[in-house]
């Protein structure tokens, strides 16, 4: 039983540290970035969502393909709401652990 709550407790910490830690490696998006530019040379300020974050693990080469449009080759690129869903699944799971192992009564057999 004690091993669950450890585990449990674990979870929890990680659920709750997980996002933040990643927080700093977060930029925005290509699409979000473009968005600031645009909205920058008219002197509004735009903060990019959640979901126009992401942290980027290798940078790949920009291609263009037309006259405005490319696209990168080779990039690798995780949404960093996914790691915020990965870190309240593990909070939640931790908190179910928790649950569980909660004060039992041992049964006396006679």
């Known amino acids: 039983m004690w091993g669950l709550k ?7 910490i990680v659920g709750a540290f997980f996002p933040s830690v990643l927080y700093p490696f977060a ?6 970035s473009l968005m600031q530019i645009a909205l920058a040379t008219k002197g509004v300020r735009y903060e990019p969502r ?3 974050l992401e942290i980027v693990i290798k940078k790949g080469e920009w291609e263009k ?3 405005n449009t490319g696209h990168f080759e080779g990039r690798i690129a995780v949404p960093y709401h996914y790691t915020v869903a990965a870190g309240v699944t593990a909070a939640f799971i931790g908190v179910c652990l928790m649950a569980l192992t909660g004060k039992s009564k041992k049964r006396e057999t006679s």
Request: positive net charge; glycine residues 10%.
């Open 6 to 12: 450890r585990v449990g407790i674990a979870l929890i």
């Open 65 to 67: 393909t037309g006259k």
């Open 27 to 32: 930029r925005p998006t290509t699409s979000a």
């Open 50 to 52: 959640l979901n126009n």
